[in-house]
């Protein structure tokens, strides 16, 4: 939504303009002299805090193009702004290093709370400074910090824009999990920078990629086979998997590594990460990830404890506490950001992505009867919706509830009939056909039945689900 508001997805024409204000709770304090932080989605202005808690007033123009049909029912000229108020905070959050949320309570928790969670050994700021100190104090040059991140943000590619604000979301949702589980914050932060590799690093699989146990057992199954079927196969099972996850994961992380990471942006960091650790580093954090996320296995403790430096020994390998592993990810993510190519316009069906818009199925009747486009393909689809409406009007018989008319299908179906050579291309339609027909009544009939019925009867005589579906619903 931040982008959409920026108007590049936008043709020339009128605007429906809602602006939305809304306090951020922070441990950042503005003063009076800093009247204002511009950006191009956003203004943020000083406002007194709450509680000891800092705050600032947030201000978002939102701008919807006018339908070109005029106003009328259905047609959205505000979101809310509720979407579109908290990725800002967590941009905000994100690029100033701060804890920024709209939410007072959850702000309190990470900066005020003197006592850890269950199961967790001590507070966030003895975990993370800055980002949880109880008191950021401006300073100048923070406006353009964060006025510049923003303006490359909105500048990227749709595809690159969205998948930046999956990863800071996600970013910034683990450093909120700090509070009540090291574990799972660690492994949300790793999270942050695997999206991102998956889908950017242009990894293209190769055969000696993939898991060397599997690769033998797939090699010594094709010995003896044609080489162009060998590679066939090859390429198949490389299509359906994810080859080297780790290894990408690691690869692209060091390439978004720039040399401010080790120079000036260390120059604060208790025990920073060297360049030759990092590599080991990145693959042992990635192994923790995994431990987690597929059996529950905590990270060690080592690694999790308040007041850490960023790199602890493992047994005999570098591993990154999470105060280092935070640091790696948001700078990935800002190089992430600051490398992507800007588009000042692009084509966008923006629509969709807007917020409290859900896209649900309609009722099969308003669609089960529709000819436009049919083929044996929605046979499946169309059979599954007839089904659905004799077990709720016929054999349940729900109030209200009907069959729809389905005659000018089966009329395309009697025309298919014949070019269709496979029985498994035949089956749905003709359950459709034969179900529609015991169940609609003899004014329903078409002229063919049951002459076309007959025809291909014996396509039921295998085991099939139709020939089971056709049989109970008739008793025979």
């Known amino acids: ?118 199961g967790v050994q001590t507070v966030p700021n003895n975990f993370m400074k800055r980002t949880f100190d109880k008191q950021v104090i401006s300073k100048e040059g923070d406006a353009d910090v964060l006025a510049q991140f923003v303006t490359h943000l909105v500048g990227l590619e749709r595809k690159r824009f969205e998948a930046a604000m999956r990863s800071i979301r996600q970013y910034i949702t683990g450093l909120h999990r700090i509070a009540d589980n090291v574990s799972l914050a660690y492994t949300q932060l790793v999270m942050s920078v695997e999206s991102l590799s998956q889908q950017f690093d242009g990894h293209v699989a190769e055969w000696a990629d993939y898991d060397h146990r599997k690769r033998e057992k797939i090699d010594e199954a094709l010995d003896g086979a044609p080489a162009e079927i060998g590679d066939k196969v090859r390429d198949a099972v490389l299509a359906n998997e994810h080859v080297a996850i780790a290894r990408r994961f690691r690869d692209f992380a060091l390439s978004h590594v720039a040399p401010s990471f080790f120079r000036s942006e260390a120059a604060q960091t208790v025990g920073p990460i060297s360049r030759g650790d990092l590599a080991v580093a990145l693959q042992k954090a990635y192994t923790l990830r995994s431990r987690y996320v597929h059996g529950l296995q905590e990270v060690p403790g080592q690694l999790t404890m308040g007041g850490m430096p960023e790199i602890v020994d493992d047994g005999d390998r570098p591993a990154l506490s999470i105060a280092g592993l935070a640091r790696v990810a948001r700078h990935i993510i800002m190089q992430f950001v600051a490398r992507g190519p800007f588009v000042e316009r692009e084509e966008f069906d923006y629509r969709r992505s807007l917020p409290n818009i859900v896209t649900v199925r309609m009722a099969p009747e308003y669609w089960i009867a529709n000819t436009g486009g049919f083929t044996y393909k929605h046979g499946p689809e169309k059979l599954s919706a007839l089904i659905g409406q004799i077990t709720s009007a016929v054999l349940l018989r729900t109030p209200d509830a009907k069959m729809t008319d389905i005659r000018p299908v089966l009329a395309m179906i009697e025309e298919m009939m014949t070019s269709l050579q496979q029985v498994g291309q035949r089956l749905p339609l003709l359950t459709m056909y034969f179900l529609f027909h015991q169940w609609a009544g003899p004014d329903f009939s078409r ?30």
Request: contains cysteine; negative net charge.
């Open 447 to 476: 002229e063919q039945w049951p002459a076309l019925f007959e025809k291909y009867k014996s396509d039921f005589d295998n085991p099939s689900i139709e020939s089971f579906v056709a049989h109970i619903l008739t008793s025979n």
């Open 1 to 118: 939504m931040l982008q959409i508001i920026t108007e590049k997805f936008y043709k020339t024409g009128e605007r429906y303009e809602t602006l939305h204000r809304a306090v951020f709770f922070t441990n950042y304090r503005m003063f009076a002299r800093a009247s204002r932080i511009e950006t191009p989605v956003g203004v943020l202005l000083p406002t007194t805090g709450l509680e000891g808690l800092a705050a600032m007033t947030c201000e978002m123009l939102e701008k919807i193009e006018k339908h070109p049909d005029g106003d009328k029912p259905g047609v959205m000229i505000s979101t809310g702004g509720a979407s579109l108020l908290n990725d800002f905070a967590a941009v905000v959050a994100f690029a100033l290093d701060i804890t920024c949320t709209p939410d007072p309570d959850l702000t309190r928790r990470l900066l005020a709370t003197e006592r850890p969670s269950l």
